[in-house]
């Protein structure tokens, strides 16, 4: 037994100080005897009106994150969660992710297991047999493009279409309603694609991708459940749960 509540594990979780979606999401699909702990990455809501402005924000976020990795160690977790999806994918390859793990082991001081958002992404395709197209929708501006293309292409994924939401803010990314998203994925939804990822941690659509896969017929693979089912699974976790897409109710 690790603690009384953490009796199986203990995430530590940064995500930045904007983002009011990782929180209650991983929350909602905490198993029992599984707890998170959070630390941020603190950015300003800044303007985001155009790509540089979009770039500097998440450049902003690199900076901040060791002084959160080195807060939440202080609870002592066994693994570790990076709750942001565009800082994993920001170097446009699989070596920046691996840089990622690094300086997040170097701050803990130990190997510890590290889930990211595109290695998550990836393992949500394969566990759902998808072999090629894709349509990509997030809060973001068009400079992720290439960045994801980077990281999901050398493992045979071809992004068709984008939607690029481009959020005011940071902390606005979250301020929409269903609707919005719905029309969000109908915007790149097509009978060429074989499934829907949505990118952005801070934006809140873990449940209505459960709801979406129905009315879709098509895997819809959100960012916050993919990367906390990797997250479990890959930690020797394996509790389904129904509510969070197929993900998490069948692999």
């Known amino acids: 037994m690790r603690d009384y509540l953490a009796w199986r594990l203990a995430f530590g979780v940064t995500t930045p100080s904007t983002n009011t979606v990782v929180q209650p999401e991983y929350d909602d699909m905490r198993p029992p005897g599984v707890t998170n702990h959070l630390g941020r990455m603190v950015i300003p809501d800044m303007a985001i009106n155009?790509?540089?402005?979009?770039?500097?924000s998440i450049e902003?976020?690199?900076a901040a994150l060791e002084g959160a990795v080195e807060?939440?160690?202080d609870s002592k977790p066994n693994a570790f969660?990076?709750?942001i999806s565009a800082l994993s994918i920001w170097g446009g390859n699989a070596a920046w992710g691996d840089e990622l793990k690094a300086r997040i082991r170097k701050v803990a001081g130990w190997e510890i297991p590290v889930a990211l958002a595109s290695d998550a992404v990836v393992a949500a395709l394969k566990a759902h047999g998808i072999k090629r197209k894709i349509a990509v929708m997030e809060p973001y501006y068009p400079s992720i493009e290439p960045r994801m293309q980077g990281v999901l292409n050398p493992h045979g994924y071809e992004v068709v279409r984008f939607n690029h939401m481009r959020g005011k803010s940071p902390a606005s990314y979250s301020i929409l309603t269903a609707q919005d998203m719905i029309e969000g994925m109908r915007k790149i939804d097509g009978d060429d694609i074989e499934a829907i990822v949505q990118f952005g941690a801070n934006l809140p659509?873990?449940?209505l991708a459960d709801?979406?896969?129905r009315w879709l017929n098509k895997p819809v693979i959100s960012v916050n459940v993919a990367?906390?089912?990797h997250a479990l699974r890959m930690n020797g976790i394996q509790d389904k749960m129904y509510g969070f897409t197929k993900?998490?109710?069948h692999f």
Do not use: C, H, P, Q
Request: aromatic share 10%; net charge negative.
């Open 211 to 213: 709801e979406a896969e």
């Open 227 to 229: 990367t906390y089912w």
């Open 247 to 249: 993900l998490m109710s």
């Open 60 to 62: 902003l976020i690199d």
């Open 50 to 56: 155009n790509n540089d402005d979009f770039d500097k």
């Open 71 to 73: 807060r939440v160690m």
């Open 81 to 83: 969660v990076l709750g």
């Open 205 to 207: 659509m873990a449940r």
